[in-house]
């Protein structure tokens, strides 16, 4: 019978070539869509076979699921900082925020491409693919509903319906994701828009607005603006 060190050392190599499969699974997605992938165009980027495809993933469907399954886990790794250790006050809670949407904004600047491809493909791949960005959502909000909570249970956040502002604070991130990703928020930089998207969170329209850094001014007439 195979020793538990032998098995151990297949698992890892089953693991190692499943890894490598998403990972060129990933690239071909990025060059040709969900769509215009076939399932030998992965197999011959990651250099393997069409069996040894198979061994790993069913289908094409299968693979680019479990390639937004690894990506879409990355995302909530720059939130953990935060939930390990709450703010114990406003302005930890502040400073807490941006860092972990700044670690989040760098993280998806990184993978601009994956991410991209991600959101536009998954709609039409199927209902998992669908579920998993509805479940990003949804998971993105339990985050901050969990943190509002938290601070109107400590007494430094203004009680209010949890439920709804987290899918509003969520609702807004994505669009201004999207306008990012599209070069309507030209003129300004990542820590810009995220900087000025917390201080008016928290700040709000009378709570000292002057104190967010602006960007210059932009032609609102040539295209370039903010949108």
Same mark, same amino acid.
């Given at each position: 019978m195979p020793s538990e060190l032998r098995k151990e050392r297949d698992r890892a190599r089953t693991e190692r070539r499943r890894q490598a499969l998403l990972e060129a699974a990933a690239r071909v997605f990025i060059r040709q869509g969900f769509h215009r992938t076939l399932v030998s165009d992965i197999a011959r980027e990651a250099q393997v076979g069409q069996g040894t495809f198979?061994?790993?993933?069913?289908?094409?469907? #299968?693979?680019?699921?479990?390639?937004?399954?690894?990506? &879409?886990?990355? +995302?909530?790794?720059?939130f953990t900082e935060m939930t390990e250790r709450p703010p114990s006050n406003l302005d930890e809670y502040r400073q807490a925020s941006a860092q972990a949407l700044m670690r989040l904004a760098t993280h998806l600047e990184r993978n601009r491409e994956l991410a991209v491809t991600l959101l536009r493909e998954a709609p039409s791949v199927g209902s998992?693919? #669908?579920?998993?960005?509805?479940?990003?959502?949804?998971? &993105?909000?339990? +985050?901050?509903r969990t943190f509002l909570d938290h601070a109107i249970a400590e007494g430094f956040a203004t009680p209010c319906d949890t439920r709804l502002v987290s899918q509003a604070i969520v609702a807004l991130g994505t669009a201004m994701a999207h306008r990012w990703w599209a070069g309507r928020l030209q003129g300004f930089s990542v820590e810009q828009v995220i900087t000025g998207l917390v201080d008016f969170a928290f700040l709000g329209i009378s709570g000292g607005l002057s104190r967010v850094p602006q960007a210059p001014p932009q032609e609102s007439d040539s295209g370039q603006g903010p949108g």
């Open positions: 198979y061994r790993h993933f069913p289908d094409k469907t #299968a693979v680019f699921v479990a390639v937004m399954d690894r990506f &879409l886990q990355s +995302l909530f790794e720059g998992d693919a #669908a579920d998993r960005l509805e479940n990003l959502y949804q998971g &993105l909000a339990d +985050l901050a």
